[in-house]
């Protein structure tokens, strides 16, 4: 798994503080997956997220979680 962590429920990065996932972490994600994996994995991330982040219209949590992995 990636070194480049969200810590919750701020979802910033553990390592560089930046919205999580960070560039660091998305680009250790497709190294280590295919995108059906990471898509899997985000989505997954996002149903977390959306429990612990303010709300937010929904196209906000896809850009940030789902859109990236395609």
Known sequence: ????????????????????????????????????????YMWQQLEDAVHDLPPAPAVVFFERFIKWTG
């Open 1 to 40: 798994m990636t070194v480049h962590t969200p810590h919750r429920p701020s979802w910033d990065c553990l390592v560089c503080h930046e919205p999580w996932p960070c560039d660091p972490a998305r680009d250790e994600l497709r190294a280590d997956h295919d995108h059906v994996q990471v898509a899997v």
